[in-house]
T-cell receptor
Framework: AQSVAQPEDQVNVAEGNPLTVKCTYS??????LFWYVQYPNRGLQFLLK??????LVKGSYGFEAEFNKSQTSFHLKKPSALVSDSALYFC??????????FGTGTRLTVIP | DSGVTQTPKHLITATGQRVTLRCSPR?????VYWYQQSLDQGLQFLIQ???????AKGNILERFSAQQFPDLHSELNLSSLELGDSALYFC???????????FGPGTRLTVL
């Protein structure tokens, strides 16, 4: 079965510092991997996806993610964190008929 | 704004009652997905419809049912409500590509 795991419930980072939100995956075949973000009292928003090709994927709001096949990871990164990046981040993988299996989520807090 | 609308925004009801949540997908999207987000269970896929037909089922209770109408809007019916059904219910739509789903703002259900 396709699944993802997010090992950290909470990540704190100072404004201006680089941030990383971790995700590992377990899939059969070539993985499709996604990151979504949920701001307070809002629905989820698509950030970026990996389907095939370049291992560094660029997405919305300056985020990028690095696909690493040997480590089965798909970590979300940003070179310089903003306070407005504080939100709940979900890694996801499609299963079956394209519905999504979400990780447990990582709450990112950027400290001014 | 994702283009997906959900009503109502908030719903407060009592145990044993029945409620209906409504979702209108983005224009042109044939797939509708329902997800439940709760503190203890995280974000879970419930059910998917594609152009009026049920396509996939996830962790949906027998007390819950859904349908998609000819105009592509969808309704999620929750009956014999229990305290544990209190959660955020999200609808998402897509053009049937893996993973790129557009989420509505959610309906917050509180069962007292």
């Amino acid at each position: 079965a396709q699944s993802v795991a997010q090992p950290e419930d909470q990540v704190n980072v100072a404004e201006g510092n680089p941030l990383t939100v971790k995700c590992t995956y377990s899939v059969s075949g070539n993985p499709y991997l996604f990151w979504y973000v949920q701001y307070p009292n809002r629905g989820l928003q698509f950030l970026l996806k990996y389907i095939t090709g370049d291992n560094l994927v660029k997405g919305s709001y300056g985020f990028e993610a690095e696909f690493n096949k040997s480590q089965t990871s798909f970590h979300l990164k940003k070179p310089s964190a903003l306070v407005s990046d504080s939100a709940l981040y979900f890694c996801a993988v499609p299963t079956g008929a394209n519905n999504l299996f979400f990780g447990t989520g990582t709450r990112l807090t950027v400290i001014p | 704004d994702s283009g997906v609308t959900q009503t109502p925004k908030h719903l407060i009801t009592a145990t044993g009652q029945r409620v209906t949540l409504r979702c209108s997908p983005r224009s042109g999207d044939l797939s509708v997905y329902w997800y439940q987000q709760s503190l203890d269970q995280g974000l879970q896929f419930l059910i998917q419809y594609y152009n009026g037909e049920e396509r996939a089922k996830g962790n949906i209770l027998e007390r819950f049912s859904a349908q998609q109408f000819p105009d592509l809007h969808s309704e999620l019916n929750l009956s014999s409500l229990e305290l544990g059904d209190s959660a955020l219910y999200f609808c998402a739509s897509s053009v049937d590509q893996p993973g790129e789903q557009f989420f509505g703002p959610g309906t917050r259900l509180t069962v007292l």
